[in-house]
């Protein structure tokens, strides 16, 4: 048996999981921010108009790379000055990072916002915020495919 990364498929049922668990909204969204607390700074050179995410209300910058840990994969950091969007930019970031291109594109990404109701919980606005966002990866995996 080998030892390979979880998949994007493996990481999306480990989150909706813990959502799960979490039950109430006010517990989800805390989870949220504290996924947007975690995520590692960029520099102030990453955060530059070639990396800002345009259709958010805030300001989100998303920045693509290899992955170190799957070959032709691809990692991605982010941040927000939202703490919210923060943390949908975690949740994101923890599915798509060190997967393939390929997967990436494959990955219903509309049923899982579904099946954990994010799509639900979060603002009209917020929902295009994070549509843009899932376009500028689904960019990044088209680019690197």
């Known amino acids: 048996m080998t030892n390979r990364p979880p998949t994007i498929d493996d990481r999306a049922r480990d989150f909706a999981e813990e959502f799960a668990f979490l039950g109430e909204w006010d517990d989800r969204f805390q989870h949220l921010i504290d996924l947007g607390k975690s995520l590692p700074p960029l520099t102030d050179a990453e955060m530059s108009e070639v990396n800002r995410v345009r259709g958010c209300a805030s300001q989100v910058w998303l920045v693509s790379e290899p992955s170190r840990l799957v070959e032709g994969g691809l990692a991605f950091r982010g941040a927000s000055d939202a703490m919210i969007v923060s943390g949908l930019i975690g949740m994101l970031l923890r599915l798509y990072s060190d997967e393939t291109p390929?997967?990436?594109?494959?990955?219903?990404?509309?049923?899982?916002?579904?099946?954990?109701?994010?799509?639900?919980?979060?603002?009209?606005?917020?929902?295009?915020?994070?549509?843009s966002m899932i376009a500028r990866i689904r960019a990044a995996a088209e680019a690197a495919a």
Do not use: C, H, K, Y
């Open 102 to 131: 390929d997967r990436i594109l494959a990955f219903d990404v509309e049923g899982f916002l579904a099946d954990v109701g994010v799509a639900d919980a979060i603002t009209p606005q917020r929902s295009n915020g994070l549509r």
